[in-house]
């Protein structure tokens, strides 16, 4: 792996197993933003709909473990998520933990593809988050998380997107409220979407559940 990719070896021990639900990884740079914030949205969102089948996890790609997640994401997040956001500290990218994942969803097209360079299993099953919510609007049935990214990445490659900057969520780190509002605002309902179509879609778990397909 490239020095991007070095594997911090508790989170590798706790997080390479596959659930029988699916597993959802958001990924961004720095890991206290954009994935952070998704990552503790939607577990919070599947939590209350009861969907413990269904786990969720957040990476970077170029974490420093000396920051936190920044005060104006917590001034601006929902109350029941400000908590687990308070705790949350960033963890590098590593191959167990993509390999793991059902569905890879990243913040921009860089951060694909730069998993998708080291770890090509995954390529069929990594996303941009909008690129990914853009495919499964026309998935009418999904066995489970790893059958629904299935079903999008043949989407994807049938229709797929030109404007790499219309499904790309641009970075707030540093650049003031504005835009961490801006992100927030962008999330929020592209989250929501995303939670719907999870309860839609794999909603209960499947007795066919496939953890080692590709």
Request: aromatic residues 4%; proline residues 2%.
């Given at each position: 792996m490239t020095k991007g990719f070095r594997m911090p070896a508790r989170f590798a021990a706790e997080n390479s197993a596959v659930t029988s639900g699916g597993r959802i990884l958001f990924v961004c740079t720095g890991n206290i933003c954009r994935?952070?914030?998704?990552?503790?949205?939607?577990?919070?969102?599947?939590?209350?709909?009861?969907?413990?089948?269904?786990?969720?996890?957040?990476?970077?790609?170029?974490?420093?473990?000396?920051?936190?997640?920044?005060?104006?994401?917590?001034?601006?997040a929902p109350g029941p998520i400000q908590g687990a956001l308070k705790e949350h500290r960033p963890t590098l990218v590593n191959e167990p933990a993509v390999i793991a994942s059902d569905v890879v969803l990243t913040a921009t097209t860089r951060h694909a593809d730069q998993i998708v360079t080291e770890v090509p299993a995954v390529h069929a099953r990594t996303f941009t988050l909008i690129e990914f919510l853009s495919s499964i609007r026309h998935v009418k049935d999904a066995q489970n998380v790893r059958d629904l990214a299935r079903q999008a990445d043949r989407w994807r490659r049938r229709h797929r997107q030109h404007d790499a900057g219309a499904i790309n969520i641009p970075d707030p780190y540093g650049r003031g409220m504005p835009a961490y509002r801006a992100m927030v605002d962008e999330l929020t309902p592209l989250l929501d979407e995303l939670v719907g179509k999870l309860t839609d879609l794999v909603g209960s778990p499947s007795a066919d559940d496939d953890p080692d397909g590709a």
């Open positions: 994935s952070a914030f998704a990552h503790h949205y939607v577990a919070r969102a599947l939590a209350d709909r009861q969907l413990h089948h269904l786990e969720v996890a957040s990476l970077g790609m170029g974490v420093n473990q000396q920051l936190v997640v920044p005060e104006e994401i917590l001034e601006l």
